[in-house]
């Protein structure tokens, strides 16, 4: 074969210049991602839960398979149903305390607060259960900016909080899954969508205090205006106001040669609790996490024509964009360089189509027409072959067979 020059692919650009890079870093050393400590309090507001959880929630809870790669051909991958039954069950139970959902719900947690998931993967040595997955808190991982590849050198090391030698441990780039979300080429790390309302859920928070106290009389909002009395009078009516009128219900009762004035600060209206402010910064809240304002409770221009788009609007922006990067990683981090298994993929049954009654018709027309076969569709469904599920039947064990 004709050598082609270059043929090598080494690199000649730097990874993250130091000119450019806004966290920089000794060369050769670790860097971390200077996430506020913040980050973890305002993920537990009302407003930023429910934007995280309307997108974690939906995508924990999608059924999901384990399937041969586009280009492989099933029946020539060697043990390929026993492979697919070991992944799932490896998948299904992750190690000895998580289920699928409870592991990768602390994996899209942190991937939306701070854009930086991330999950320990181990090989077991089982062929019924090859590897062991842990969620590891992302904001404790450290990444070395000038790894060049090399799979024996470390790629990622966690920050343990330990003197010495312990203080950090080296993870090599096949040993740790790094859910970036919104990569940038002048920073090792993604940014979370959390990350993005930072300063909106701090306006946010600041508004409804004020607005809180504004509404239990805790701020003041007007002055009393004695006109021509003297120093003595003045400060006797402050002490018999605190004594004798303030919080006790009694009808305060004055008699003096002036009627006294009332100055107003504000104008005693909804409006000095700047709910417009507020319906603004929600919905700046909602754009940071790509979510339509109705799902924060904003309904005021939603009626039941427009909601089904903008439920269908919340889903395509906000939910299948991270469900597919976390399909990507599972597929091209877990099965495809710590398994080796480069045949496989993990994809979300419910990214194919949100209504099952469309999905179905549009699989019915294409087996009409003769593009598909049976045995594409129901792998398309996540079913095992028509064989296997009839031989489960009759068995009595299901539909999956262990070859």
């Not at 019924?128 to 090391?157: N, Q």
């Not at 129901?378 to 296997?388: D, S």
């Amino acid at each position: 074969m004709e050598t082609i020059q270059g043929e090598s692919g080494a690199r000649k650009t730097a990874m993250l210049p130091s000119i450019l890079s806004p966290y920089g870093g000794r060369t050769g050393q670790t860097v971390m991602k200077p996430t506020p400590a913040n980050l973890r309090r305002f993920a537990e507001t009302p407003v930023a839960r429910r934007a995280i959880n309307v997108v974690k929630d939906k995508i924990a809870c999608m059924d999901w398979q384990v399937r041969v790669r586009r280009g492989y051909n099933g029946t020539k991958v060697p043990y390929a149903a026993a492979k697919l039954a070991a992944l799932r069950l490896a998948l299904e139970e992750p190690n000895q305390a998580d289920s699928f959902r409870t592991l990768f719900e602390q994996v899209l947690e942190d991937t939306l607060v701070g854009g930086f998931g991330a999950v320990e993967m181990e090989l077991t040595g089982d062929r019924s259960r090859p590897f062991r997955l842990w969620a590891v808190d992302g904001a404790t991982i450290r990444i070395d900016e000038t790894w060049d590849g090399d799979p024996a050198k470390p790629r990622y090391g966690q920050a343990t909080g330990k003197p010495g030698k312990d203080a950090l441990v080296p993870l090599l780039d096949d040993e740790l899954m790094y859910v970036r979300l919104n990569p940038r080429s002048h920073t090792a790390f993604g940014l979370g969508r959390l990350e993005v309302a930072f300063e909106t859920v701090n306006q946010f928070l600041s508004a409804g205090r004020y607005a809180g106290r504004l509404a239990s009389n805790s701020v003041v909002q007007y002055a009393l205006w004695l006109n021509e009395t003297t120093p003595e009078q003045h400060e006797r009516l402050i002490h018999w106001w605190q004594d004798e009128i303030e919080g006790t219900g009694k009808v305060p009762i004055l008699s003096c040669e002036q009627k006294p004035e009332v100055l107003r600060f504000a104008g005693g209206t909804d409006a000095d609790l700047h709910l417009q402010w507020q319906e603004f910064l929600l919905r700046m809240i909602a754009n940071a996490f790509e979510l339509p304002p109705m799902f924060l409770g904003l309904e005021l221009d939603v009626n039941k024509a427009s909601a089904g788009e903008l439920a269908d609007e919340a889903f395509q922006s906000a939910v299948v964009p991270v469900a597919k990067l976390l399909a990507e990683h599972i597929t091209r981090d877990l099965f495809a360089k710590r398994l080796g298994w480069r045949e496989f993929e993990f994809v979300f049954n419910d990214l194919e189509a949100r209504d099952p009654m469309e999905e179905l018709s549009v699989q019915t027309q294409l087996l009409q027409a003769g593009v598909l076969t049976v045995a594409e569709v129901r792998a398309m469904r996540g079913l095992p072959p028509m064989t296997e599920a009839m031989h489960g039947a009759g068995e009595g064990t299901g539909s999956e067979v262990t070859p």
